[in-house]
Every structure is written in C-alpha cells, then in structure tokens.
C-alpha cells in the first residue's frame, strides 16, 4: 500500500491528474478498495457558486439562516461602529452567565426576577440597601438611619401645633383651635355658632332671604306632609297627606281651618264696603273693571280689596270736563253697555265744581240711560239751582271748590227708575245755557253695578 505523504505535493493539480481514494461503499471482500478520482471527477461534488445558498442581507446587520438552512436573512442584531457595538432589535435571553466588563445603560427599566448580588458576591439580607463603596463597587449594607436639621409644620388659623420644629426627632401634634360649637370655613378660619354664615341644625336666626328656583319646595313633617314652593306659573300651599288640616293662628287661637271637605272660620267674617275704581276724562269706559267678577251679579259677588280684605264689591268711575268741553256738544257715552243680559244701575252720584272766579248759568248736566219708558231717561241732573249755590255770589267762597251729591235716582213721584238691559250711560246739557268763565272743571263719579240675569 503506498503512503500518499511520501509523494510529492503539488499546489496546481490539473483536472486529470489523479486522486487515490478507498471506496467504502463496496461490500466484502472488495470493501475499502484502493481506486484512482480525478480532480475534475471531484469538482462534481463541490459547489462552485452560490445559487445553492441564497437570501440578502443588510449592511453590518448579523445574518441567520432560515429554518430551512437554504437561505439567510437580517436577524434582530446590528453592528455599529464607533465605539463598536452589537444592539439587539428585541429581548435577549441569556441561560447562562452574563458578564459585562463595560458600561451597562438601562433607558427603561431593569428588572431582576431572581437575587442581585454584590461585587463581594453577596445576596444581602432582609432590610439591607446597595450602596457605593467609594471604590467603584457597591455592596449590601443595613440602613443606618439618619437626622434632620429642622422640619416644621404650620396650618391654617383655625388649627394649633404643637411639637413644630423638629430638629433630630419627634411628632406633630394638630388640634383644633375653636370650641366645640365653631366650625371650620373654606379659608381656613373659624366660623361660630349661631352667627356664622350658615344656619346649625339646632336651629338660629336667618339673617338673610332663602332663595327658592321654580319647583323647589320647602317640605315640612317627618312624612313630607307639607310643600310649599312655586312652579313658576303659581304658587302652591300644598298638604300632601290625608286626613290632615292646614290650621291658620292668629295669637295662639285657631282662626281658619281648611279640611278635606271646606274651609272653617272660627269666628265671623267681617264684609268691609269697597268699591272698584276707574278714573277717565271723558269716557266711556268698560262696566266691567277692578276686582269685579264678570259672571257673578255684584250684589252677590265677593272680591279682595288693597289691602286683602274680602269685600262686598260694587263699581265705580270718575269723569272730568273742562268749561270748554261742557259748553260744547256732550253726549258721549260715560259706561259702555254692559252686554246682552246685563244692566248698569246706577246706585250715586257726586259732582265736585272747582273755579276760580264767581259765576252762574241756566244749564244742568243730566246723566241719561234709555228704558222702554224713553230714549233719554235721566238717571241723576245736577240742576242749575245747586250750581249756582256753590259758584254763584254771595255763596261761592276763596276756596274755590265744591260738592254735589245725588243719592239713587227716583223717577216721577216716588215710583224709582226702571232700567232696561244692554244700555250705555251717557252725559248731556240740558239746554243751551253756558257755564261762567271763572269754572275750571266739573268732575262726576258715578257709583254703580251690574246686573246680569244669569246671577241675580
């Protein structure tokens, strides 16, 4: 057998030149026969280019190869020059040690989940802390307390310290400043009761209004029994649960009662005279005015005076003219017609003459309203004669004023008036004569109701 390191080597070998090799895949006796390979029979088994092996790459990224092992690709791994450097793109796990002979710089955070020891290789015990040696190490070592210099507290004024400052060791104590029936304000002062702004539940003095928005209710009674409030449209005295009165006290004593049912008066009612008022020049104006109720005959009605009392109502209305006026036309209409079914009686009149200068006339003003009788029944004159005693010389006087008055008309003899319905009222001259130049105005108020035959 011959020894192929005792042949010459040569560095170029030419593709026919031979090769000796042992076939091992011959079986016995022929098994691990000596046989000659030329170069050019060996080429066929190497690889000359790299279609075999494929993939791409990125500049100073650290390759992988693919599952397959055919190809290679970028792996999470860059190296970076200056000073040199491998960064890993996502998370590295290391099974084994993990020596770093660098720096070592965490941008987010480090988290140990197994112990971290010390440059002594030491675990350290409960309570202890890592601490620099001074020496470019660090070391697990007992936490050895410490001082302070001065610490102090302060609070509002409404609080007391004590204990404040401390200098090495020591509490603060925080109490109250107040007594027991004073209470602590958004500033930080104290605030007393009763006094302060707000009203304790023991009860105490308002010392202003207590505003209530549209339907928010005062409500009274362990039960919710009483609300009182208004919804903005009305105002409601409302008593929610049955079988309870509202009871109304004057000194003491019961005065009003409302049940279920009605409403009791404990004593009478007193019915006070009222009448509803309407001031004109010269007319005409509604019959219908004030607190009267148009669907209720005044005789019967009940209304509310200025001052709250419940009245009996009637009507009423002022006219003034001047000379000018009364030595004019007239006849225009002072109380409208009240409508179908309705009549204005009038109950008084009252005539009140102011002037200047004395003076006398032949006329008299007369109120009219037509019955079936006439077109042009009187209803009240104020006659010439009672002018002239209250203008006229040697009655009229420096004041330079006067009344007249009419109580309810009578018609001929004493029979009375008669009236028919929906008739106005109506004031006229009773001749041509004129007024003097020294009166000023006549002014008449008519006192009167209403008469529907719907109510009487």
Not at 154 to 170: E, K, W
Not at 271 to 279: M, N
Request: proline residues 5%.
């Amino acid at each position: 057998m011959a020894i192929i390191y005792s042949y010459p080597g040569k560095t170029t070998p030419a593709g026919e030149d031979l090769l000796v090799i042992t076939d091992s895949a011959q079986p016995a006796p022929n098994k691990n026969r000596t046989k000659s390979l030329t170069v050019d029979n060996l080429a066929a088994y190497v690889v000359s280019s790299t279609s075999g092996i494929t993939g791409s790459g990125t500049l100073n990224t650290i390759p992988l190869f693919t599952p397959d092992g055919q190809k290679i690709g970028d792996s999470i791994m860059t190296f970076t020059t200056g000073p040199d450097a491998i960064t890993v793109g996502g998370r590295l796990n290391v099974t084994g040690d993990f020596a770093v002979t660098g720096r070592s710089t965490f941008t987010d955070y480090a988290r140990f989940n197994g112990e971290v020891r010390d440059a002594a290789n030491s675990s350290g015990t409960a309570g202890q802390v890592l601490t620099s040696t001074g020496a470019g190490a660090v070391a697990w070592a007992s936490d050895g307390g410490g001082t302070v210099t001065s610490v102090a507290l302060t609070m509002p004024a409404a609080f007391s310290v004590a204990g404040s400052p401390i200098t090495s060791s020591g509490t603060f104590a925080v109490t109250g400043a107040g007594t027991a029936s004073q209470v602590v304000l958004g500033d930080g002062t104290l605030g007393s009761l009763p006094g302060g702004p707000f009203l304790p539940l023991a009860g105490g003095t308002m010392l202003g209004n207590t505003l209530h928005g549209d339907s928010i209710k005062s409500i009274y009674g362990t039960g919710s029994d009483l609300e009182i409030y208004n919804d903005g449209s009305n105002s409601y005295f409302d008593n929610k649960t049955a079988g309870q009165n509202i009871i109304f006290n004057v000194d003491g004593s019961e005065v009003i009662k409302a049940t279920n049912a009605d409403i009791q008066l404990t004593n009478s009612l007193d019915f006070k005279s009222y009448t509803a008022t309407a001031v004109s020049t010269t007319g005409p104006i509604d019959p219908i005015q004030n607190q009267y109720a148009s669907t209720q005959d005044t005789l019967a009605t009940l209304c509310v005076d200025p001052s709250g009392n419940v009245v009996r109502g009637e009507q009423e209305a002022t006219f003034t003219f001047t000379t000018a006026q009364l030595n004019g036309t007239l006849g225009q209409t002072l109380i409208s017609a009240p409508g179908a079914g309705k009549a204005v009686v009038v109950t008084y009149t009252d005539y009140m003459m102011i002037y200047t200068t004395p003076g006398t006339t032949t006329n008299g003003l007369e109120i009219r309203q037509a019955n079936y009788a006439s077109a042009s029944a009187s209803v009240s004159v104020l006659p010439s004669l009672r002018f002239n005693e209250i203008v006229a010389t040697p009655f009229a006087t420096s004041n330079g004023i006067g009344f007249y008055t009419r109580d309810i008309p009578t018609g001929s003899g004493s029979q009375g008036r008669t009236y028919a319905p929906n008739k106005p009222t109506t004031i006229h001259k009773q001749n041509a004569g004129t007024y003097p130049a020294g009166l000023t105005s006549i002014s008449i108020k008519i006192r009167y109701r209403v008469f529907d035959v719907t109510t009487f």
